[in-house]
């Protein structure tokens, strides 16, 4: 078992709240206490006969991200995400805490993402956030209050424009990564263990919403019990005596024990949960995990869930489609797989009549909604996932009429 680090935690989480309250005075001060605290969570995870060797490694880091989702009245979609730079490598866990990232979702360009992560700023002093994409174009934005931005387009020579959103969410997410690696064997290799993951939370404008708020973000975070985490004055957790801390370690408990005992092959667990879309009555998210256990791949599940912003209720395909063996919605499901990438029914591990969308997960998005089909449920690994996504005006027949209210907002 994981022994806790209290102290490293704390400091920690008074360093993200303090941001967060405009109340920290230098950036700079920031940072150094950030790399006392990684020394010192160093020295509170190593034991007695080796809390002097410099040759040690930290192996776990604590960390807390805000995550800030708009959309404009065109139905573009914002994604911030400030102090979420997840270590790279097992070498190297301590996040960047002065970064930023942000993603851009146009309504008519869904699968083209701009991300923008490049020389980005997390300045709290002079109250500006600032990142480039990779193509040179950039945004900025004030820190303490996130719901405009100043677009330049580099690559396009471009004079800045004001982007204004009409609508947001907040998340706080609170990450756990921890590494190990296993004693050099007789062929002189080495195995490795490497977890990260992390509770997402919605964060309510008001405590008005806090119940259907809760409801959500206790059933996303699948594989942790919230019940005994309260919120606090910021309806964010507060974390008592270690008990954020304590969820991941016997989270992740079992999965350590079985690679100490036998760590032969690598273990590489990874987790994270977010936001793909929401409107006024309905959210989007998706679950993703990453698994490698040695051998030519590892796996990955996304898992797409949808739930009611008002009741905190979680709509199931199953729930949201009539018939599923309905046959004009069995034709035009086919249609859409077959025109992927000019796919064939061989592509298709079954038979095309014997696809059905009860087997998906389902995200909403402004172009419509989104259905997606796991790893080998009907295609080799190879392929990957498929996803197909039915206009609204093409799904609304097939809807049951008490979840037609998740339409009528487009």
């Given at each position: 078992?994981?022994?806790?680090?209290?102290?490293?935690?704390?400091f920690?989480?008074l360093?993200?709240?303090?941001?967060?309250?405009?109340?920290?005075?230098n950036?700079?001060?920031?940072t150094?206490?950030?790399?006392?605290?990684?020394?010192?969570?160093?020295?509170?995870?190593?034991?007695?006969?080796?809390?002097?060797?410099?040759?040690?490694?930290?192996?776990?880091?604590?960390?807390?991200?805000?995550?800030?989702y708009?959309?404009?009245?065109?139905?573009?979609?914002?994604?911030?995400?400030?102090?979420?730079?997840?270590?790279d490598n097992?070498?190297e866990?301590?996040?960047?805490?002065?970064?930023?990232?942000?993603?851009?979702?146009y309504?008519?360009?869904?699968?083209?993402?701009q991300?923008?992560?490049?020389?980005?700023?997390?300045?709290?002093?002079?109250n500006r956030?600032?990142?480039?994409?990779?193509?040179?174009?950039?945004i900025e934005s004030?820190?303490?209050n996130?719901?405009?931005?100043?677009m330049?387009?580099k690559?396009?020579n471009?004079s800045?424009?004001?982007?204004?959103?009409?609508s947001?969410?907040?998340?706080?997410v609170?990450?756990?990564?921890?590494?190990?690696v296993?004693e050099?064997?007789?062929y002189?290799?080495?195995?490795?263990?490497?977890?990260?993951?992390?509770?997402?939370?919605?964060?309510?404008?008001?405590?008005?919403?806090?119940?259907?708020?809760?409801?959500?973000?206790?059933?996303?975070n699948?594989?942790?019990?919230?019940?005994n985490?309260?919120?606090n004055e910021?309806?964010?957790?507060?974390?008592?005596k270690?008990?954020?801390?304590?969820?991941?370690?016997n989270?992740?408990?079992?999965?350590?024990?079985?690679?100490l005992t036998?760590?032969a092959?690598?273990?590489e667990?990874?987790?994270?949960?977010?936001i793909?879309?929401?409107?006024?009555?309905?959210i989007?998210?998706?679950?993703?995990?990453?698994?490698?256990?040695?051998?030519?791949?590892?796996?990955?599940?996304?898992?797409?869930?949808?739930?009611s912003?008002?009741?905190?209720?979680?709509?199931?395909?199953t729930?949201?489609?009539?018939?599923?063996d309905?046959?004009e919605?069995?034709?035009?499901?086919?249609?859409?797989l077959?025109s992927?990438?000019n796919?064939?029914?061989?592509?298709?591990?079954?038979?095309?009549?014997?696809?059905?969308?009860?087997?998906?997960?389902f995200?909403?998005?402004?172009?419509?909604?989104?259905?997606?089909?796991?790893?080998?449920?009907?295609?080799?690994?190879?392929?990957g996932e498929?996803?197909?996504?039915?206009s609204?005006n093409?799904i609304?027949?097939?809807?049951?009429?008490?979840y037609?209210?998740?339409?009528?907002?487009?």
């Open positions: 078992m994981i022994r806790k680090n209290i102290i490293a935690l704390t920690i989480l360093i993200i709240s303090c941001s967060n309250n405009n109340n920290i005075d950036t700079q001060t920031n150094n206490l950030i790399e006392t605290n990684e020394l010192k969570q160093g020295e509170e995870l190593n034991n007695d006969n080796t809390k002097n060797d410099s040759s040690y490694t930290q192996k776990n880091i604590e960390w807390i991200s805000h995550h800030y708009m959309k404009n009245d065109e139905g573009d979609f914002f994604s911030v995400y400030l102090n979420d730079r997840w270590p097992n070498s866990l301590m996040p960047n805490y002065e970064k930023i990232k942000a993603a851009f979702n309504k008519n360009l869904n699968d083209v993402n991300f923008y992560d490049k020389n980005s700023t997390l300045d709290i002093t002079n956030i600032y990142a480039e994409a990779e193509n040179g174009d950039s004030t820190y303490s996130i719901t405009s931005f100043k330049t387009s690559s396009l471009s800045s424009k004001e982007i204004n959103t009409t947001s969410l907040k998340a706080a609170y990450n756990y990564a921890y590494s190990d296993s050099t064997n007789e002189g290799s080495a195995s490795t263990f490497s977890y990260k993951d992390s509770i997402f939370l919605l964060i309510p404008d008001d405590t008005n919403k806090l119940e259907a708020y809760d409801k959500i973000s206790f059933d996303i699948e594989g942790f019990n919230l019940d985490i309260e919120r910021n309806l964010e957790f507060e974390d008592k270690g008990s954020i801390s304590k969820l991941f370690e989270n992740m408990s079992d999965f350590y024990n079985e690679w036998n760590s092959d690598s273990y667990s990874s987790k994270s949960i977010n793909t879309y929401f409107n006024d009555k309905t989007s998210i998706k679950r993703t995990s990453t698994l490698y256990l040695g051998g030519a791949h590892g796996v990955y599940n996304n898992y797409n869930l949808v739930y912003l008002e009741t905190g209720e979680k709509i199931e395909v729930n949201l489609i009539k018939d599923f309905d046959g919605l069995k034709s035009i499901v086919g249609g859409w077959l992927i990438d796919r064939t029914e061989e592509d298709y591990l079954v038979p095309l009549d014997e696809i059905t969308l009860a087997d998906t997960s995200y909403i998005y402004a172009d419509g909604i989104h259905f997606v089909w796991p790893i080998y449920t009907i295609t080799p690994y190879v392929l498929t996803e197909i996504v039915l609204f093409e609304r027949p097939f809807i049951k009429d008490e037609l209210y998740i339409l009528d907002t487009f």
